[in-house]
């Protein structure tokens, strides 16, 4: 499928936000969740906002489920359309604690699945095996994203802290890193309990990493989406987007509603 055909008003005005990557993106990467769909859900997801999505995260150990027919389709079809695959990190952390690490990457690569996420979000891991097993992914061949943050608010990670973890991770050799988000955005990271972004520890992250362009925000809230396009603009990396939200966020990358309209209206206007 031609994932960069006419769109309906292209010839009619140009986007309200400009400067929207289009695929293949090294940036402004968009994060869909599969917490567990058929092939017909993926082909219809790819028809209809394919354009609009670079990575698929089988999500919260999904995989484990499917049948190995039904997961390879699903990853075939994506390929065809140069959409990257993700095996979430519950996967990964079932694996570690079974003692089976070599077996899972070897079976992410046999099935060409691009991406395998490094995380303690549920499990301990001690940072030395952590940046290790990051070494040993890269060198069995696989392309590593890893995920800073708890999903228990008990266990929050304070900015010092995930700014510590991210440039570790990156300096070992990840290709990505996620801020935790969850799937409830609340209470957790650089989100308050009302999933409202609470500024100071946003602005400690951004300035204290090595490069924030590799980092993919989990922000599964249109608030939160909305607010990072404001302060990054179009083309920040955001995840944990649910397949019916992909459209939505692409509106708010181009300006097509809410505060991202009325900012540019606002900016051609000359009244910001």
């Not at 991406?115 to 590593?144: F, N, Q, T």
């Amino acid at each position: 499928m031609d994932l960069i055909e006419k769109r309906a008003m292209d010839d009619v005005y140009p986007m309200p936000i400009e400067g929207r990557e289009d695929p293949p993106r090294q940036k402004g990467l968009t994060m869909v969740i599969d917490m567990g769909s058929d092939v017909s859900a993926t082909e219809g997801l790819i028809n209809f906002a394919g354009r609009y999505f670079d990575i698929f995260k089988i999500s919260s150990g999904s995989a484990a489920l499917y049948p190995e027919r039904i997961i390879r389709k699903k990853i075939q079809i994506l390929k065809e359309n140069n959409i990257e695959i993700e095996a979430g990190g519950s996967h990964f952390e079932v694996a570690i604690w079974k003692g089976k690490f070599k077996e899972y990457i070897k079976k992410l690569i046999n099935i060409k699945i691009d991406y395998v996420e490094i995380a303690d979000g549920h499990l301990p891991l001690e940072l030395s095996k952590r940046l290790d097993l990051i070494h040993l992914a890269k060198d069995m061949g696989i392309k590593v994203i890893t995920e800073v943050g708890k999903k228990q608010p008990k266990e929050n990670i304070k900015a010092v802290g995930i700014i510590e973890q991210v440039n570790k991770d990156l300096e070992a050799g990840a290709d990505l890193v996620i801020i935790e988000g969850k799937a409830s955005g609340k209470n957790v990271g650089i989100f308050n309990s009302d999933g409202s972004i609470i500024e100071s520890e946003l602005e400690k992250i951004i300035h204290g990493v090595i490069d924030v362009n590799k980092l993919i925000w989990e922000a599964p809230l249109r608030e939160q989406q909305q607010m990072l396009i404001l302060k990054f603009g179009p083309n920040v990396n955001l995840g944990n987007i649910l397949p019916e939200e992909v459209y939505p966020l692409e509106l708010l990358r181009n300006g097509l509603m809410l505060m991202p309209l009325i900012n540019a209206y606002n900016q051609d206007m000359g009244r910001i």
